[in-house]
């Protein structure tokens, strides 16, 4: 475990839990960070377009990797404006795409996410894009030159968990980049889960920012993820493998 | 006892008497508010078919307390269990109501209240809307602010430390046209982060300019679904033009607007069936346009200049609750403002259960924010469009919010 990095574009990381900054009070982050163990940080570029009166930028403790998302944008080209505008904000190279046609759901547009990756990769961020788990788009993804794909487990929010468990599998088989499960895990067991199956990294904000003890919850999410992750790089015994398996072997016959 | 409107100022010329006599006594006279008026433009659209429709149906008597139980227990309520939420039946369960909310409030919003004001910069207006302290016939100190007056109300908003602002005006197209309001808006993204409109409703094109202007947010209030009342509250001038204003959120967006809010002015009418139709104009509007920010108000009438008394009838707090818990189980997503029209104590209750949005160090007067922040005094002031309940200044609201254990928000959002 002491050697298990978590590895986004050649950035190494021990904590496999990534924390979301908003809907929540800006003096708690601290405590969440800490908590959560968790060396990367969420926060959206348009809570941090502010004055200087309680700068969201100015609660994120030194030596935490700051992971600016393009929350707001419908489109690829606003997503674009927005990533470049946490740069010049001082927000460094990683920018987490998030780009939504729909107020109801917050469900990302997969196409036009494709299309941002393309053009940020190109201008050397980090590009981490938020997406609705297909293989099709991943493999897009890839291409275009993302550092990490991070597929959705249920709509924002909701904290209904891994509702789209198995084509998250399907990334985690076919994909070769990270794949961090992002929005939608709404307790410590989901957030293991996705670990238990693979998932390099989970995150989550919602599911602690409405926690009755944040920073209570923040530890139980970070001993979750640790135990998931050590659950996958155990092994997990047969019971959970997929598929049946008869005691009587079928090819028993051969000799 | 029903609400008085009429009131005769004694500035008034005979003539100008008689004809407001007669537009408030005589039907005939009265213009068909269902027709649009010329340079009105009329979008092809199913919107308000859909929801009037709805509403013209709904009948909040026959629901019973199974079908708010019903309704309270789905994950997804239909409009029929929105219907069962409005109606007389949910009114015992009031509190499982508030649970509900507030655990969808924090669901999509978090432990988050986002704070705004409003800045009125002219009070002239062309109709005659009897509720309305504007109204062209009531007595009342007219003002329209010049290009500086507005920058200097501005600076001092935004030295208080507020990040948004909502721009609004009386509806006169002579006095304040579209290019006069969209100068303001220009403005305003100098100096803060999201500027929205509460105008008179404009053409797509119109909207358009606007938006250019720095402008995504468009709040149009319909006051009544009711048209037959409407007709007798809006007497004269191009607001008496119902579908008109229907359709305004509806134009904001086709000119590029990002968001769109709007309601009912509660205390008009039937409040049951103007809350449903203020919540389907909504929902059916983010239906066909689903990247739309929606919003929903829930203003009740209040007391105006030279009518004090003037009141929201039936619509009390505890009905005013009920209302805006079901618009937060029916649209979880939906932003929900609350003005300075309610109380402290309304408000700070209210945003623990389902508003999202409020204003804080209110005037609805104007060019009067210098003195009401500072306490400078000055005699270039207009008139307030209705009174206040909740005075708070910003930096008031900001330690309250935060002692109710919310984060206050003051900016979520790009102009891009």
């Known amino acids: ?255 | 006892m029903e609400n008085q409107f009429f009131v005769d100022s004694e500035v008034l010329s005979e003539a100008a008497l008689a004809k407001k006599h007669k537009l408030e006594n005589d039907p005939s006279c009265r213009t068909d508010h269902m027709k649009y008026m010329e340079g009105q433009q009329q979008i092809s659209s199913d919107i308000m078919q859909k929801v009037m429709s709805q509403v013209e149906n709904y009948d909040p008597s026959v629901y019973t307390a199974n079908d708010v139980m019903r309704a309270l227990d789905k994950q997804n309520p239909s409009v029929e269990d929105l219907k069962a939420l409005l109606s007389p039946a949910a009114e015992p369960f009031l509190e499982k109501m508030a649970e509900r909310a507030r655990i969808e409030t924090r669901k999509h919003f978090g432990n988050t209240v986002y704070l705004f004001t409003p800045l009125y910069i002219a009070n002239y207006c062309e109709n005659y809307c009897v509720y309305c302290g504007f109204n062209c016939y009531n007595n009342i100190r007219r003002m329209k602010l010049t290009m500086e007056q507005i920058e200097h109300e501005m600076k001092v908003i935004a030295d208080s430390g507020m990040e948004e602002i909502l721009i609004l005006t009386g509806e006169s197209k002579t006095m304040s046209d579209v290019k006069y309001i969209g100068e303001a808006c220009k403005l305003a993204r100098k100096y803060f982060r999201m500027v929205g409109i509460e105008i008179y409703p404009v053409n797509v094109e119109d909207y358009k300019y606007l938006h250019e202007c720095g402008v995504d947010y468009v709040t149009v209030f319909q006051e009544t679904y009711d048209t037959d009342k409407y007709e007798t509250l809006h007497l004269m001038g191009h607001k008496r033009v119902w579908p008109y204003r229907f359709e305004a959120q509806e134009r904001a967006l086709m000119g590029g607007m990002r968001g769109v809010a709007g309601s009912a002015l509660l205390g008009l009418s039937d409040f049951r069936k103007d809350a449903l139709a203020s919540v389907l104009h909504m929902y059916y509007l983010q239906r066909k346009y689903p990247h739309a920010e929606i919003s929903l108000s829930c203003p009740r009438l209040r007391p105006i200049i030279n009518n004090g008394k003037i009141n929201p009838q039936d619509v009390g707090e505890r009905q005013l609750c009920q209302i805006l818990c079901a618009y937060r189980i029916f649209l979880p997503f939906a932003g929900i403002t609350v003005s300075s029209r309610e109380s402290k104590t309304f408000r700070d209750g209210i945003v623990k259960i389902a508003a999202t949005k409020i204003s804080a160090g209110v005037s609805t007067g104007i060019g009067d924010h210098e003195s009401k922040y500072t306490g400078k005094e000055s005699d270039a002031e207009g008139d307030e469009q209705f009174e206040i309940n909740d005075s708070r200044s910003f930096k008031q609201m900001y330690s309250d919010m935060s002692e109710e254990g919310l984060q206050p928000v003051l900016n979520d959002y790009l102009y891009v």
Do not use: W
């Open chain 1, 1 to 255: 475990m002491e050697n298990d990095k978590l590895v986004i574009a050649g950035h190494e990381f021990s904590s496999r839990f990534i924390l979301g900054s908003g809907k929540y009070s800006l003096s708690l982050i601290e405590a969440a960070v800490k908590y959560a163990g968790a060396e990367i940080i969420t926060c959206a570029v348009r809570r941090a377009n502010t004055k200087e009166h309680e700068n969201i930028l100015d609660f994120i403790p030194k030596g935490v990797t700051l992971l600016p998302n393009t929350s707001g944008a419908r489109t690829a080209d606003e997503a674009v404006r927005i990533a470049r505008l946490a740069r010049e904000l001082g927000c460094g190279d990683f920018i987490k795409i998030e780009i939504m046609r729909d107020t109801k759901y917050l469900l990302p547009d997969n196409a036009e996410t494709v299309r941002a990756t393309e053009i940020l990769a190109k201008e050397g961020f980090v590009v981490m894009p938020y997406m609705y788990p297909d293989l099709n788009t991943a493999r897009d993804l890839v291409n275009a030159g993302a550092a990490t794909v991070m597929p959705l487990a249920s709509p924002i929010g909701s904290n209904k968990g891994l509702a789209t468990r198995d084509f998250i599998q399907i990334l985690i088989d076919e994909i070769e980049l990270p794949i961090i499960v992002d929005a939608g895990i709404g307790r410590p067991s989901q957030a293991c889960e996705a670990m238990e199956m693979g998932a390099a990294a989970v995150m989550s904000n919602t599911a602690l920012a409405t926690a009755g003890d944040l920073p209570m919850m923040a530890e139980a999410f970070r001993k979750a993820v640790e135990a998931g992750r050590a659950a996958y790089l155990s092994g997990l015994g047969r019971v959970l493998v997929r598929g049946a398996s008869p005691s009587d072997t079928l090819t028993g016959f051969l000799r």
